[in-house]
């Protein structure tokens, strides 16, 4: 079975940081795009992140750019998202997907270019 399973989402604290993992069973992820989205209550899957497969070329939009850092691990078969200097509008469930192709291309930020989904993780910056 084809899954995927983001973890580390929690409450924490504006300025605060987490770090999300995406792990993968029934497939590998290596040469696979892998992207993180997030979508708050009322509002669009947003694209976060996006990682290459073949280089590990990173892509961010612009509401994290400088805070948040994409980072994959072929050897465990996991991507991490690092999330420093938190602040309240980040509050969201985060998913992470995976692509079989391994550019993110231009349009990374697409949720319909993705073909694997977790099932999210739930963020909560607040004080």
């Known amino acids: 079975q084809l899954q995927l399973v983001e973890s580390g989402g929690g409450l924490v604290q504006p300025g605060g940081s987490l770090k999300l993992s995406c792990a993968a069973s029934?497939?590998?992820?290596?040469?696979?795009?892998i992207g993180w989205f997030r979508q708050a209550p009322g509002k669009e899957r947003e694209g976060v992140s996006c990682i290459s497969g073949s280089f590990g070329i990173t892509y961010y939009s612009d509401s994290v750019q400088g805070r948040f850092t994409i980072s994959r691990d072929n050897a465990k078969n996991t991507v991490t998202l690092q999330m420093n200097s938190l602040k309240p509008e980040d509050t969201a469930v985060y998913y992470c997907?995976?692509?079989?192709?391994?550019?993110?291309?231009?349009?990374?930020?697409?949720?319909?270019?993705?073909?694997?989904w977790g099932q999210g993780t739930q963020v909560t910056v607040s004080s």
């Open positions: 029934g497939f590998t992820l290596n040469y696979k795009a």
């Open positions: 997907a995976a692509d079989d192709a391994s550019r993110c291309g231009s349009n990374w930020y697409g949720p319909a270019k993705y073909d694997y």
